[in-house]
Nanobody, 118 residues
Framework: QAQLVESGGGLVQAGGSLRLSCAAS????????MGWFRQAPGNEREFVAA????????EYADSVKGRFTISREIRKTTVYLQMNSLKPEDAAVYYC???????????WGQGTQVIVSS
């Protein structure tokens, strides 16, 4: 059973940057895809970014394109989300997710809070 542990959230001023990390553990774990979602109060959880573990192709929500970058470190089974030019509307709890089956997010982290002050 894989476990995902996020870190790197916090308080940042608008225009600033944060880097989130998500480390996977739990025996042999070979994801197809890892990604990030976020949920702001009163909103549904929404997709932010994803990366195919093999090959490294990426996908982003329109709202973060050009500002956020997803990357991975295969040896550590860790995925990162570099967030630049943060806006108040980026404030949310950010969740890491991993899929070992095509089209399914099988595992979720506990979430890390990002607060953006204006």
């Amino acid at each position: 059973q894989a476990q995902l542990v996020e870190s790197g959230g916090g308080l940042v001023q608008a225009g600033g940057s944060l880097r989130l990390s998500c480390a996977a553990s739990g025996g042999t774990f070979s994801p197809l895809t890892m990604g990030w979602f976020r949920q702001a109060p009163g909103n549904e959880r929404e997709f932010v970014a994803a990366m195919r573990w093999s090959g490294g192709s990426t996908e982003y929500a329109d709202s973060v394109k050009g500002r956020f970058t997803i990357s991975r470190e295969i040896r550590k089974t860790t995925v990162y989300l570099q967030m630049n030019s943060l806006k108040p509307e980026d404030a949310a709890v950010y969740y890491c997710a991993a899929g070992v089956r095509k089209g399914v997010w099988d595992y979720w982290g506990q979430g890390t809070q990002v607060i953006v002050s204006s």
